[in-house]
């Protein structure tokens, strides 16, 4: 029997991926931004706000894992811990939110 040794090389893109929820959220964000901006009744109104946190906190986390992952150095790491901070204070606000029915 002989011995063989395969080796994979994987290299993902997902820069296409990337740009393609960019500019959904986008979308999604500006949408309904001009939705609310129609004169809807209040619990519309609500409802758009409500999913409108609910993109930015994720905007946030994805900003703090890019952080994450990038952080080196003392300004790197504090950069990364307040990013990520930022964003489970604003997970925790829609938490919040969510259990009290606003």
Known sequence: M???TVTFNLELNVERAID??????TL???????????????????AIAKVQR???TIRLLHTAMIALESAS???G???AIVGTGSALL???DLVYDYTRGV
Do not use: C, F, H, K
């Open 2 to 4: 002989s011995e063989e």
């Open 20 to 25: 393609s929820t960019r500019r959904l959220e």
């Open 28 to 46: 999604l964000y500006r949408t309904l931004g001009l939705l609310g901006r129609l004169g809807l009744p209040e619990n519309i109104d609500q």
């Open 54 to 56: 609910l993109v930015m």
């Open 73 to 75: 150095g003392p300004v």
């Open 77 to 79: 790491w504090a950069l």
């Open 90 to 92: 604003s997970m925790g």
